[in-house]
């Protein structure tokens, strides 16, 4: 494929997406994530595109929020290994809520197999996932219907969240930064988010890289009110997520990054990994590690390899 070619791909891309990865954009174009972020580099000069943390955006600020069907399509890999991971923080007998998104749609499926498990959620996806579970409870919220992510939305929404108490709540956003936290481009949804993570004793956050330093409109969950953020391995060369993911560790977030599949291009083959930075204080009153599990829990099932690299982080 010429170069001009993949340039109009890559453009078509990100104007049907909003924002889209440079491994997504290098899987389609079929190429190297080296040669995409030559591409994107040439498009921003021309104001076409912004590059932003290891993917490519609409100019002019703010990005919009994509539709389902394009959100489904976009960073599969990765979702697939932060749900895989999200999914082993889940205990037997637990009572959780859910939010909408595609993350947690694949969190969701999951969590099938866990026994005694009672979901809260208003995504009709969520809870269609564990429609077929025998052993799990699916409490759904009312509210309106908001057809371009299939979740329950609006006052009716919220006052059946009143008074709830649950463990854990597993929410997924547009965007993450260390400086506002979890945010969205739609209102009614944040208001909905923001309700959840009132009825849960932990905020656990599902974000790929990709959304990792991306600001959208309205806030769901404040840095300081996050708990734990589940997330994969951003590429090598951005600089800017790693610095982001840092700078969510100093204010307290504990960070857990699962491996996923390599793009077109990597020199070696990906390997799973499980990292987890570790939270530097009590937060909100808790006692270090009462409520959370350790990098030595997490990678009880990994391999040698998988627990000596845990071991190497503790050492430094």
Known sequence: MFAAERRQLILEMVRAN???????????????????????????AEGLLDRRH????????????SGFPQKSHLATAEKTAIADLAASLVEEGEAIVVGAGTTTQEL?????????????????LVAQALAHANRVEVVMTGGT??????????SGAEQSLHGLRVSRAF??????????????????????????????????VLADHTKLGTDTMFQTVP????TR??????????????TELQALADQGVQIVVAGASGSPGDQAPARDRRREVPLPGPRRGQVP????????????????????????????
């Open 18 to 44: 909003g924002a889209v990865s440079l491994r997504e954009l290098a899987r389609v174009v079929q190429t190297s994530e080296v040669t995409v972020r030559r591409d994107v580099r040439a498009l921003e």
């Open 229 to 242: 953020l589940v997330t994969d391995e951003p590429p090598v060369h951005d600089d800017r997520a790693a």
């Open 108 to 124: 969701a499926r999951r969590l099938a197999r866990v026994p005694g498990l009672t979901v809260v959620t208003n995504s009709l």
């Open 145 to 154: 219907l908001r057809g371009s992510n299939y979740a329950l939305v609006g």
């Open 171 to 204: 929410l997924s956003g547009s965007g993450l930064t260390a400086e506002r936290g979890l945010s969205t481009s739609n209102m009614l949804s944040a208001s909905v988010d923001r309700a959840l993570v009132q009825a849960a004793a932990e905020v656990v």
């Open 289 to 316: 590690g009462a409520n959370l599990r350790s990098a030595t829990a997490l990678g009880d099932q990994s391999s040698p390899a998988e627990r000596a690299r845990v071991a190497d982080l503790r050492r430094r």
């Open 54 to 65: 290891g993917g490519a955006v609409l100019p002019g600020g703010f990005t919009r929020e």
């Open 223 to 226: 840095t300081e009110l996050i």
